[in-house]
């Protein structure tokens, strides 16, 4: 049974995204962090949550560990989870990267290491940024840790990971929806069982990745709230299987999932939200007026053509007749 049809496990667009290796640092990563820790580290420490930051920081890591203990529980989880949080404020480029790995993208804003239940953040300027800020990106990481940490370190599908973190920073960005509509018409999104190893690096790749994470989770919640949610975690906790919890909670195999959340896509989110975009809109009048303007040019061309060939000559054959008789 589908989720729209009630409660009771993914298609080759969401497989591809349970086979995607997670793009965080390991825990021997983790650990080869820590031993290089610069010898000045502070640390400000409250219910569990450590922030560890160097001197100059202190005001910034204060806002933080505020941020983090002044949010609301994560949706679909018992209270308590993550249990045992630090996060690293990197006083540079280079230790960020020395904390994130070579691999991160240079517009990441912030890392997640679920294994070592540790976030990262830039502590200085830079163009590292994220749509919602500071406490949405904090909010974001923190999700991923807290589901993690819930799972018990159960491999977790990218696709619900980072759907999941985007619910509980805020909810699925449907404004930006029309951008996935389009694809999904144009068969320009990628195939999810096609990400084997990574996800995608290029920011504009990673944002159709992220989208349709988003809206798969966003799906879920929609027809099941976030009580299912829960159900589908607490299966997905006692059997370790998320493909059993998805079954038995959902009655649908992945390829039927992805077959009702492709359904529920284009019902919910139609053509006429697509053209209401401004973007979208103003795009398809700046094609429609080049085109005016290319047939205008045409018709001006072929016009002017048509009275040329009707002027007469500039020396007549009869003025030339009388010029010669003349001489």
Not at 21 to 32: H, M, Y
Not at 262 to 270: A, K
Request: proline share 6%.
């Amino acid at each position: 049974m589908s989720p729209r049809r009630g409660l009771a496990g993914t298609t080759p667009a969401l497989v591809l995204l349970l086979i995607a290796a997670p793009g965080w640092l390991s825990q021997a990563r983790a650990q080869e962090v820590r031993d290089h820790e610069p010898d000045a580290w502070l640390q400000i420490v409250s219910s569990g949550v450590r922030v560890r930051y160097v001197p100059g920081d202190s005001l910034r890591a204060a806002r933080i560990l505020a941020s983090l203990l002044g949010q609301p529980p994560l949706p679909a989880l018992s209270p308590g989870y993550p249990a045992e949080v630090v996060v690293y404020l990197a006083p540079d480029e280079r230790a960020f990267v020395t904390f994130a790995g070579e691999s991160v993208p240079d517009w990441g804003a912030g890392v997640a290491l679920p294994s070592a239940g540790t976030i990262v953040v830039p502590g200085y300027a830079s163009g590292r940024t994220t749509v919602g800020g500071e406490k949405a990106m904090l909010r974001h990481e923190w999700a991923h840790l807290g589901l993690h940490d819930y799972l018990g370190g159960l491999r977790v599908p990218r696709w619900f990971d980072e759907g999941y973190a985007r619910w509980a920073e805020g909810g699925f960005d449907a404004s930006e929806v029309w951008r996935l509509r389009l694809l999904l018409a144009l068969g320009r999104t990628p195939a999810l069982d096609s990400l084997s190893l990574e996800w995608p690096h290029d920011r504009a790749s990673a944002e159709v990745a992220y989208l349709l994470a988003a809206s798969a989770v966003a799906y879920l919640v929609e027809e099941s709230g976030e009580r299912g949610i829960g159900v589908l975690l607490e299966r997905w906790r006692r059997s370790g299987s998320f493909n059993v919890a998805l079954r038995g909670t959902y009655g649908v195999t992945s390829g039927q999932f992805e077959e009702d959340w492709r359904r529920w896509i284009h019902e919910r989110f139609g053509w006429v939200l697509v053209l209401s975009n401004s973007f979208v809109l103003w795009g398809l009048l700046g094609i429609m007026l080049a085109l005016m303007v290319m047939v205008r040019r045409r018709h001006n061309r072929e016009r002017m053509a048509r009275l040329r060939a009707g002027e007469p000559a500039e020396q007549p054959a009869y003025w030339k007749v009388d010029r010669e008789g003349e001489g």
